[in-house]
């Protein structure tokens, strides 16, 4: 009897082209579920077939526990005299169920799904030296979630109606092109899944397309997609004598042409990539005339001012131009009109002043002064050299040196004021995780307790402080964690 188990493993190998020990795990797993129906609780049961003989043995199996983790006698033993190591396992021998009797029954489903689960996964691991890169097909079958896409050589792969492009119909019998993705799907294991929607989809259609850049003469630096809409791509040369866009473009436009057909006649953008993000974001931003941009390199952002008339350009149908620029710089944008960036950047500059104004007792063309030369808070003068502000135009070491002093004695005032030692659970500093650096900030900005921060919001606080929107909500959160006290 014994000896159907080789017979089995043999020719189900055989046909399969499959090793036998998967085919010996399937039938291990088959005995033990046949074994399990023997016993009314829940059992451990673990089959071992010897691959030479095929004989068999069958062991109930039991973990050993503490009592306190002891939750089910049928998988578990409390820790004893007997068996004292936490988490070994305890073996019982038990008889064998014969193979020929579940041969027909739960063998054969378990052998089944035991051979196609490793025939997926051998035709994963065939086709993962292809993956991310494009891929012919056939439509196998559609259904209402997916289709099924016949690679060729028996291999199959799952594309789903998520990963087509916007208005795209196939049919059974339709020649597709895709990307060859792997996907890990939840008691199938790995298997082979395709996307028309992803980035990678126009850089392979490019290379294809274009000799160029698949002898890395050209690259593809940055793609940034809105499937089935606009893509833009920002494309570097390695050889000065070629114009990278004119070459993705092609003559009279056929290659980039031939890309957007593929496509669904997507919109594509070639741009020229330069590693100073500001000019990547003028090259990716196209005809938009950008009259200033500002980099705030902590927040990762960038606030681009453009003139009235581009504006609605800049931003694009539903912000989809400024949002694909985000991606291809890889920074946050926040795009105004050149009107808008003065009133803001005029309200900044009239609350710096009026803080300088007030704490350091100086007029205001001092102040503006003090601001046209770099030195816009009381931090940046209290650390300043003498020498350095005596390099200003009309100002001379005695100012200089009263300046500093003045600046040093108001942020030690304001340090004082903002402290806890007077035990007062109102001020900044009773703020959980609160730096005295940013409570001196905040109250230079005229937020002077506790109580004032919480009643901010976050646009509130980060037109005033430089931080970002998550960690504005997180401060004024902590803030307000008393209101909510018993």
């Not at 160029?212 to 791509?233: F, L, M």
């Not at 985000?326 to 003065?342: F, H, R, Y």
Request: negative net charge; charged residues 30%.
């Amino acid at each position: 009897m014994q000896n159907e188990i080789l017979l089995v493993a043999e020719a189900v190998s055989g046909e399969k082209g499959l090793p036998q020990e998967a085919i010996f795990e399937a039938i291990e797993q088959a005995l033990a579920t046949a074994t399990k129906k023997r016993y009314q609780e829940s059992t451990n049961i673990e089959v071992v077939i010897d691959s030479q003989t095929g004989d068999y043995e069958t062991f109930r199996v039991w973990e050993v526990v503490s009592d306190e983790e002891f939750e089910d006698a049928g998988f578990q033993i409390i820790q004893n005299e007997e068996h004292t190591e936490i988490g070994s396992l305890i073996k019982e021998k038990v008889d064998n169920v014969e193979f020929g009797r579940i041969a027909a029954q739960a063998a054969k489903q378990v052998i089944v799904q035991k051979v196609r689960e490793a025939e997926r996964a051998q035709v994963v691991e065939k086709y993962r030296t292809v993956l991310g890169e494009l891929v012919n097909g056939t439509v196998k079958k559609v259904t209402r979630e997916f289709l099924i896409i016949d690679l060729g050589e028996g291999a199959e792969a799952i594309l789903s109606r998520n990963e087509l492009i916007p208005g795209e119909v196939f049919r059974i019998g339709d020649r597709l092109r895709a990307v060859l993705q792997e996907e890990e799907r939840e008691n199938r294991g790995p298997q082979l899944a395709l996307s028309r929607r992803c980035p990678e989809m126009v850089s392979e259609l490019f290379k294809l397309e274009v000799p160029e850049i698949s002898e890395q003469v050209i690259e593809i630096k940055a793609v940034a997609r809105d499937p089935g809409s606009r893509t833009k791509i920002a494309v570097k040369t390695n050889d000065n004598r070629i114009d990278p866009v004119g070459a993705c473009v092609g003559m009279r436009g056929s290659r980039v042409q031939a890309v957007s057909n593929e496509l669904g006649n997507e919109r594509l953008d070639i741009v020229i990539w330069d590693d100073d993000p500001a000019q990547l974001l003028i090259n990716s931003m196209g005809p938009v005339e950008i009259t200033s941009i500002v980099l705030d390199e902590a927040r990762g952002s960038m606030d681009v001012a453009v003139t009235q008339d581009t504006l609605a350009q800049a931003i694009g149908k539903s912000g989809q131009n400024v949002r694909l620029s985000s991606q291809i710089t890889g920074w946050k944008l926040n795009v105004i009109d050149q009107a808008t960036a003065d009133e803001q950047s005029q309200e900044k500059s009239e609350g710096i002043s009026n803080i300088l104004i007030e704490k350091l007792d100086v007029d205001e063309d001092l102040a503006q002064t003090l601001i046209s030369n770099g030195f816009d808070s009381l931090e940046s003068i209290s650390s300043s050299s003498i020498e350095a502000l005596s390099n200003i135009e009309g100002f001379d070491d005695d100012i200089s040196n009263l300046l500093i002093n003045r600046a040093k004695e108001v942020l030690i005032t304001m340090a004082m004021e903002v402290s806890t030692d007077d035990g007062d659970s109102g001020d900044l500093m009773s703020v959980e995780g609160m730096e005295m650096t940013l409570a001196l900030e905040l109250s230079q900005k005229g937020i002077n307790d506790r109580e004032e921060l919480a009643e901010q919001s976050i646009e509130e606080l980060t037109s005033i402080i430089d931080m970002t929107e998550e960690d504005a909500g997180d401060l004024i959160m902590r803030a307000r964690a008393h209101w909510f006290e018993d």
